[in-house]
């Protein structure tokens, strides 16, 4: 090395530690090589690893590689973590596989080193990895302890003050009412990055509470502008870690931040700003995804006695591509939404091609092409190409279509000559439409095509092509990865669905909108969700002998993970629980946590009892009150106080033999809403039922939308008329600061809720509906805002037309009710008892008989003029009919609403 080599290299000493790296590092590739590729190493795959050997050596990082190679290896041996099979572009490099860093083999896939690392310049290896959450913490603590808890820190974070919460912060300081100050911070429009200078251009009501308003309101906006921008908090990044050969206080200064275990070790200067100072950030990133692929295996090892490697799934099975043909893939990793498995259905993906290039797709901007790229694949539209002999090779797995940047990668290289490093070049300019470069390398690429002899208009054509996909492209590697992840999920809930659905109910427990979902899902794949029962549950969701999913312990409020282990750990060794009293006597748990288990049903087991019976006060020995819960919580401390003192009888029998069980009295047991109510507030949402199940009709004939439909986007709903059965919950009426009346509720139905807030004509209209729990039908419509940006996925809102209650909806619209029945079961005391409930139930509805004789393959309608009834009422009177099958169904029919 000249002495202008070895200060670009760091000194003498750097240099020499780097040679030793990389002679280890070489040793460890080609050790991973045989097996990843076998003992026989082809020349093309030798010389592909030893130039990137050589260019990590040459940029002095063959370090990074064995650090990461270290804790990602031994996170999988050692600490029992999923680790993700890569992310981003360090699934293009081959030493990345063969190290074990990456699960993505590069040369099958066609991934590009240079896509990760130039060789033609020096810039910083980015390599992030996907730890399963729970196993993030791990890794990161074995980082700390195997190098030293001064050399490892986690990257600082600033939140800024936003422009809402600006507005919250200084109402709260200068005393304006709440509702005010929540009704001007929801002014400001939900688009990230606004800013108050073009709230108040884009929402006229908050400029005019700047222009208009009482003092206190105008105080308050102008100290919002003031602040906004400026630093809230402080708090540590999701992600980022640095790694120092040092003590890290003599490159970057430190500062202590609070984490969930204690004090943790962050940086003073942002991401952005640590590489400038010499240090390399890590991403040691928590995936949920990979939690639930790990759970689904514990899971299915339990259930069916099978252990599953997620690395060893097969990449060509039927099963899974049949799955996402169907657009089943609710539940799997970035193939749920709604517009993606419809994709899925129209595309029929075959291969595991197909689900890169869809999540490389998906994606604002090249979704434009995915109708295109479904027709190619099906045939039904040519596929061109300028140079069929060049272009065919890299773009005939995407059908013609220019989907990953590394395709432009390539493209360059075979029709101008680009070296590798110029091809990166032109990714990044494209990428970051740095437009002077682009067009350097514009006549480079014309000057490369005409020495090859290629027709320039075409290649012209070739290149304006490109910059108007530069935007779109994507990168293949993250794409790859992801997409493996993707099939990963897929293939569990193919094979194992049971399994599968429990673990993606448990890491999604916060979520009550999402909890909801799945269990419909669950429910539509014939897979039934059972509340909690403290002989079956166990820690989480998880599948019974049955096959069915049964609801954990642990997510029973006020029950938790510590008292679900104890009740485990006493079940798992001394059996079952016999009675609410063996129960009692024999698990360490508190009155909370009693009352939260029977709220939720996991005592209806003991089919002697209904929940109710628990919750009865009864009278204590002082003539005081006391519920049954709490004296079964008194004899139970009793016997244990008693084992405790270790008292024993003359003849050494237990004391426990002496005491007799409390009477625990008969009483009405609760209706059905007060159980789903109970279960609810246990629980956290509804799990035997919903209050909305009893309204099936009314939903069956009026109902076209669902709460959930919306979550995605209101864009598909704009100017529909919705109609929605629910229910109102969390209502209020309220009042502004200049005396005028509004009022806000949570509408709910089984899939979702949505807050909406009643102003003006529409709190005039709707105040009276403004109850809890009061089950109504409500019609709505998705409009623009009227003001804003009209093209912003915030310009429109969801508006309120008409809201009725659904006790009188059938009344009101049903027109008339078919009785479907056989002619074997009409006689006279068939016709006598449905004219006498006909009579019970006057109302406006006409009734008439589908009569079928299928003897004869004879159906005739006889239609009852003289009786017209109420369709509630009258349901309710030929109920016994229809349970007996007198009555085979019934068919009503609406008028016009």
């Not at 100050?181 to 108050?196: F, H, I, N, W």
């Not at 992801?482 to 999920?489: E, K, L």
């Not at 008292?563 to 750990?569: G, M, V, W």
């Not at 093209?791 to 809102?797: A, G, R, T, V």
Request: glycine share 6%; with cysteine; charged share 30%.
């Amino acid at each position: 090395y000249s002495e202008k080599d070895i200060i670009k290299k760091g000194g003498y000493e750097k240099i020499v530690r780097t040679k030793f790296d990389h002679e280890y590092l070489k040793h460890l590739t080609y050790i991973g090589a045989k097996k990843r590729y076998g003992e026989e190493i082809s020349k093309d795959l030798q010389e592909r690893i030893d130039f990137e050997l050589s260019t990590i050596e040459n940029m002095g990082f063959p370090g990074y590689f064995l650090i990461v190679q270290d804790f990602i290896n031994y996170s999988q041996e050692h600490l029992d973590v999923i680790v993700g099979p890569g992310r981003g572009s360090a699934a293009g490099s081959v030493v990345a596989y063969c190290l074990g860093i990456t699960a993505i083999d590069p040369i099958k896939y066609g991934l590009l080193f240079e896509r990760f690392l130039n060789p033609d310049r020096i810039s910083l290896p980015d390599i992030d990895v996907d730890f399963d959450d729970e196993g993030r913490a791990r890794v990161l603590e074995y980082v700390q302890e195997k190098y030293g808890s001064s050399h490892v820190a986690q990257i600082i974070t600033f939140g800024a003050m936003a422009a809402k919460s600006a507005i919250r912060d200084v109402a709260r300081v200068l005393e304006l009412p709440l509702p005010e100050s929540d009704r001007l911070a929801k002014l400001v429009p939900e688009k990230p990055g606004t800013t108050l200078e073009q709230a108040y251009k884009e929402v006229p009501e908050l400029n005019d509470a700047l222009e208009n308003g009482s003092e206190l309101v105008k105080k308050t906006l102008k100290f919002a502008k003031e602040l906004e921008g400026s630093i809230r908090n402080i708090g540590t990044h999701a992600c980022g870690v640095i790694i120092g050969p040092d003590e890290l206080s003599k490159y970057i200064p430190l500062a202590s931040a609070t984490a969930k275990d204690g004090q943790s070790i962050i940086t003073q200067f942002e991401g952005k700003f640590v590489e400038d100072v010499g240090m390399i950030k890590m991403d040691f990133l928590g995936l949920k995804t990979l939690s639930i692929i790990k759970d689904t295996c514990v899971n299915i090892q339990k259930s069916h006695q099978k252990h599953i490697n997620p690395r060893e799934i097969p990449l060509d099975d039927k099963a899974t591509y049949e799955l996402f043909q169907r657009g089943d893939s609710i539940g799997t990793f970035q193939f749920e939404s709604d517009g993606m498995r419809q994709h899925m259905q129209n595309l029929k993906p075959d291969r595991f091609e197909d689900l890169i290039a869809m999540n490389a797709l998906y994606r604002p901007g090249p979704m434009q092409y995915i109708p295109n790229y479904i027709a190619r694949k099906h045939k039904t539209e040519k596929i061109d190409y300028e140079f069929p002999e060049i272009m065919e090779k890299y773009l005939g797995e995407t059908y013609g279509i220019t989907v990953y940047q590394e395709q432009v990668m390539q493209l360059s290289q075979a029709i101008a000559g680009f070296t590798k490093g110029e091809a990166d070049k032109l990714r990044k300019a494209m990428g970051k439409k740095q437009k002077a470069v682009m067009n350097d390398l514009k006549e480079k690429f014309m000057k490369g095509s005409k020495e090859k002899g290629l027709d320039l208009d075409l290649v012209d054509k070739i290149w304006h092509d490109w910059e108007k996909f530069a935007e779109y492209a994507f990168n293949k590697s993250h794409s790859t990865c992801y997409a493996y992840i993707a099939y990963q999920t897929a293939w569990l809930k193919a094979h194992y669905p049971a399994d599968f659905m429990a673990s993606v109910l448990t890491h999604n427990l916060s979520d009550i909108k999402k909890i909801t979902y799945y269990i419909e899902e669950a429910q539509k794949q014939k897979i039934s969700v059972l509340g909690p029962d403290i002989n079956e549950s166990e820690i989480n969701f998880a599948v019974n002998k049955k096959g069915e999913i049964r609801f954990g312990l642990a997510a029973i409020k006020s029950v938790g993970v510590n008292a679900a282990q104890e009740i485990l750990r006493e079940r798992d060794e001394n059996g079952p629980f016999l009675t609410p009293f063996d129960f009692i006597k024999r698990a360490n748990v508190n009155k909370r946590c009693v009352e939260a288990l029977i709220s939720a049903g996991a005592f209806d087991c003991f089919t002697d009892y209904h929940r109710a019976q628990y919750f009865q006060l009864v009278k204590t020995t002082n003539n005081g009150d006391e519920s049954i819960i709490e004296r079964l919580i008194r004899y139970g401390n009793k016997i244990k106080n008693n084992e405790n003192s270790t008292q024993v009888s003359l003849f050494g029998d237990s004391t426990e033999d002496n005491y007799t069980d409390p009477e625990i009295p008969k009483c009405e047991e609760w209706t059905k809403n007060q159980i789903l109510k109970q279960e609810k507030e246990s629980i956290g949402f509804y799990i035997s039922g919903h209050p909305l199940d009893k309204f099936s009709l009314e939903k069956k004939l009026f109902e076209n939308a669902k709460l959930s439909e919306l979550s995605e986007s209101l864009i598909p709903f704009e100017n529909k008329i919705l109609y929605f059965v629910g229910m109102i919950i969390n209502s209020q009426e309220k009042m502004t600061k200049t005396g005028k009346n509004y009022g806000s509720f949570v509408f709910e139905d089984e899939t979702s809720n949505r807050e909406i807030t009643l102003f003006s004509k529409d709190y005039i209209n709707f105040h009276k509906y403004l109850i809890d729990g009061l089950f109504v039908l409500l019609k709505a419509t998705v409009k623009k805002k009227g003001w804003g940006d009209e093209n912003s996925k915030d310009s429109l809102e969801f508006k309120v037309l008409q809201i009725e209650e659904l006790d009188e909806i059938l009344d009101k619209y049903a027109k008339s009710i078919k009785l479907v029945m056989p002619i074997e079961n009409l006689n006279n005391e068939f016709v006598e008892k449905v004219v006498k409930a006909a009579k019970k139930s006057k109302g406006n509805c006409l009734v008439s008989f589908f009569i079928i004789d299928s003897e004869n393959d004879v159906e005739v309608t006889l239609k009852a003029r003289k009786h017209m009834v109420s369709i509630p009422k009258f349901l309710e009177e030929i109920k016994p009919f229809i349970e007996n099958r007198t009555i085979y169904s019934y068919e009503v029919e609406k008028s016009t609403m």
